[in-house]
């Protein structure tokens, strides 16, 4: 698809269930981008991958939360234990730059984001 | 990392242009402007960025203020699809990619 791709779109865990969000990027895009999107919230940033290595961890709310991209490509969100607070919009994004590349490169695009509740 | 500060919520007419202001009086000499907006159930989506000069696109323009400590986002042409979160956020390429988004403008248009 030409666009980034999250399923599934809705979840809904009881609380103490793990689940696995999953994120397809855009082709070719090296990073990519967690967030956590309360209600009226803006996105809070929890993690960042260039290719498969994650260069920034410290958005994650919890050790409950563990993110990867082992082939540097599909990413997982996966959150053990869930609690009622972890309930919220998950979004990610990715972008086609890196660290040293091009401004212009560096546009971010987020996929439609996986609404998490937790009951 | 350096903060903005936007109003809550904005209110234009439909088909009159407008300007929504974002204040960041700690950017630093490296850190872009970045403007993105968030429809109803959708991620948030790409608007404008500049670093000193002023920048159009088709989208919208962005006018930075000479001390960079404000900017505005200009539409010429608001349309009831212009309804959005706009969030002004500062982005700095020297140590990091990561967008540290605040609340946002909330913006109604009226018909």
């Known amino acids: 698809g030409a666009g980034v791709s999250q399923s599934p779109r809705y979840k809904v865990a009881k609380r103490g269930q793990d689940v696995a969000l999953r994120c397809d990027p855009i082709?070719?895009?090296?990073?990519l981008f967690w967030y956590q999107q309360a209600l009226g919230q803006g996105p809070e940033f929890l993690t960042y991958?260039?290719?498969?290595?994650?260069?920034?961890k410290s958005g994650l709310p919890s050790d409950r939360f563990f993110a990867e991209r082992p082939e540097g490509s599909v990413s997982t969100l996966k959150i053990q234990r869930t609690q009622q607070e972890d309930s919220a919009v998950y979004l990610c994004?990715?972008?086609?730059?890196?660290?040293?590349?091009?401004?212009?490169?560096?546009?971010?695009?987020f996929g439609q984001g996986t609404r998490l509740t937790v009951v | 990392d350096a903060k903005t500060t936007q109003p809550n919520s904005m209110e234009s007419n439909e088909e009159e242009p407008v300007h929504l202001p974002c204040n960041h009086s700690?950017?630093?000499?490296?850190?872009?402007i970045h403007w993105y907006r968030q429809l109803p159930s959708q991620g948030p989506e790409y608007v404008i960025h500049?670093?000193?000069s002023n920048v159009n696109n088709r989208m919208a323009s962005l006018a930075i203020a000479e001390d960079r400590k404000s900017s505005t986002l200009i539409l010429h042409r608001a349309t009831l699809r212009d309804a959005a979160v706009y969030y002004c956020?500062?982005?700095?390429?020297?140590?990091?990619?990561?967008?540290?988004f605040g609340t946002g403008t909330s913006l109604t248009v009226i018909p």
């Open positions: 082709s070719g895009h090296v990073s």
């Open positions: 500049g670093l000193t």
């Open positions: 994004a990715s972008s086609l730059g890196s660290l040293t590349g091009s401004v212009r490169n560096t546009e971010a695009f």
């Open positions: 991958f260039q290719n498969e290595a994650q260069l920034d």
């Open positions: 700690t950017i630093s000499g490296t850190d872009y």
């Open positions: 956020i500062l982005r700095d390429r020297g140590t990091g990619n990561q967008f540290y």
